[in-house]
C-alpha cells in the first residue's frame, strides 16, 4: 500500500526566505510523486511531478523537488517566498499508469512581509 | 485553467436528497477520477472511469454512484445525503499518451453543502 505523510500542517515564511515543504511517501512500487497546490476557493493545480526521470524535479513558480529514494523523500522547495506562494500544498503518491493518487493531509504555507 | 470542467460549482440541499454532480474532462482525455475534499478526511478518491468503464473504487459509500458516458464526460450521483457529504467534489482527467497518462489535471471542484 501506499502512504504519503507531509510533515507541518502550516508553515510560516517571511517574504523572500526560503520555503521548505516537507513529503515522505511509502510505496511497495517504484512510486510516481506529484506536488499539487490549491489557492484559496480554487481547484488543484499541478506545480511538479517526479516520473522515474532526474531526480530533481523544476516546476512552475520557482518550486523544485528532489526525489530520494534512500530517504523516501520529496521534498518542495523554494529559494524566496513571495506573498503570491501563499496556498495550501499537496503532496500525492501514485503507482504509476492510470492509477488513483494518495494525497497527505496537506501544508499550509503562509508568507508574511 | 486545466481544461477539466466541473458543474455546478455550489450546491445547497437538504438531507435525504439526491444531487448530480458533472463533469467534462480534457479534450481527449479518456480517464475521470472523482476525489472527496473534506477537512476530517482530507483529499480521498472515490472512484475512476476509464473510456466509459468502472476502473478502480476507493473510499466511496454505497449510496454514492457514478458513470461515464460515451461523450467521456462523468457524472457523480450522491443520494440520501447527510450532513457529513458536506465537501469539495473534484474531478481529474488523465491523458494517454506516454508523457500524460501519469498526470492527473483537476476541474476546480463542486462545493457541496448539505443543511
Known amino acids: 500500500a501506499q502512504s504519503v505523510t507531509q510533515l507541518g500542517s502550516h508553515v510560516s515564511v517571511s517574504e523572500g526566505a526560503l520555503v521548505l515543504l516537507r513529503c515522505n511517501y511509502s510505496?511497495?512500487?517504484?512510486?510516481?510523486l506529484f506536488w499539487y497546490v490549491q489557492y484559496p476557493n480554487q481547484g488543484l493545480q499541478l506545480l511538479l511531478k517526479y516520473t522515474s526521470a532526474a531526480t530533481l524535479v523544476k516546476g512552475i513558480n520557482g518550486f523544485e523537488a528532489e526525489f530520494k529514494k534512500s530517504e523516501t523523500s520529496f521534498h518542495l522547495t523554494k529559494p524566496s517566498a513571495h506573498m503570491s506562494d501563499a496556498a495550501e500544498y499537496f503532496c500525492a503518491v501514485s503507482d504509476g499508469g492510470y492509477n488513483k493518487l494518495i494525497f497527505g493531509a496537506g501544508t499550509r504555507l503562509a508568507v508574511h512581509p | 485553467d486545466s481544461g477539466v470542467t466541473q458543474t455546478p460549482k455550489h450546491l445547497i440541499t437538504a438531507t435525504g436528497q439526491r444531487v448530480t454532480l458533472r463533469c467534462s474532462p480534457r479534450s481527449g482525455d479518456l480517464s475521470v477520477y472523482w476525489y472527496q475534499q473534506s477537512l476530517d478526511q482530507g483529499l480521498q478518491f472515490l472512484i475512476q472511469y476509464y473510456n466509459g468503464e468502472e476502473r478502480a473504487k476507493g473510499n466511496i459509500l454505497e449510496r454514492f454512484s457514478a458513470q461515464q458516458f460515451p461523450d467521456l464526460h462523468s457524472e457523480l450521483n450522491l443520494s440520501s445525503l447527510e450532513l457529513g457529504d458536506s465537501a469539495l467534489y473534484f474531478c481529474?482527467?488523465?491523458?494517454?499518451?506516454?508523457?500524460?497518462?501519469?498526470?492527473?489535471?483537476f476541474g476546480a471542484g463542486t462545493r457541496l453543502s448539505v443543511l
Open positions: 510505496s511497495s512500487v517504484p512510486p510516481y
Open positions: 481529474a482527467s488523465s491523458g494517454t499518451g506516454q508523457g500524460t497518462k501519469n498526470i492527473q489535471y
